[in-house]
């Protein structure tokens, strides 16, 4: 490990360094950790089982370099200040996780900035739920639109069918006929009522009324 005695990472490592929730890094002025927790190695050894210089960049998505960097200058601007970005990180198998993180400036106790330390949890579980909420709500939705705007239509089409015929002349059978049609009618769309998804009307994304 290597830190200034009376920095504000020593006051951090103390506390979070053990931790097995909670990733503790510390990103020198060349952008390499000059430490990082027992439990950040362990998530991240296919890039940092090695001795030597650790890139910070090694394990982070490509596409989130130009985040980590502005947040970088951010704490420097501003050493007295925390800065919350959320960062892909990559597991070494193809794919990443999704991690939130605190930076904060290192500042020494003569005030000097000597790196950023860098406190970071695991929110790819997180992530997931909130998109599969988001996916099942989108799907009630439209099952919800399509039983009120598209299954409905063509039995409202039939009742009105039925309407015409009973204004119209016809002969005792067919009246018979018409009547039966109707009672079923009215008790299909009761049974359509007793499960029909109460609630949203709103037309989901992508989707074209049917005239």
Known sequence: MTTTAGSTFEHI?????????????????????AHFNEYFLEKYQAYYKNPGTRS????????????????????????????????????????YTITQWDFKANLTLEGNISGIIGMGYD???FESRQDHIKFLTSTLRDVAYKQSHVIRRPLANIMGLVEILEDSEMDEGVKVVVQMLKQS?????????????K????????????E
């Open 13 to 33: 490592f103390n506390l979070l360094n053990d931790s097995q929730t909670y990733y503790l890094v510390l990103v020198d002025d060349e952008g390499n950790y």
């Open 56 to 95: 910070a960049l090694a394990a982070l998505h490509p596409d989130d370099h130009g985040v980590a960097y502005q947040t970088n200058m951010m704490c420097r601007q501003h050493p007295h200040q925390s800065f919350q970005v959320t960062l892909r990180k990559l597991n070494g198998r193809g794919g």
């Open 123 to 125: 929110i790819t579980d």
């Open 185 to 197: 009618c009215v008790e299909l769309s009761e049974e359509f009522n007793s499960f029909l998804i």
């Open 199 to 210: 609630g949203s009307q709103e037309k989901p994304l992508g989707y074209e009324e049917v």
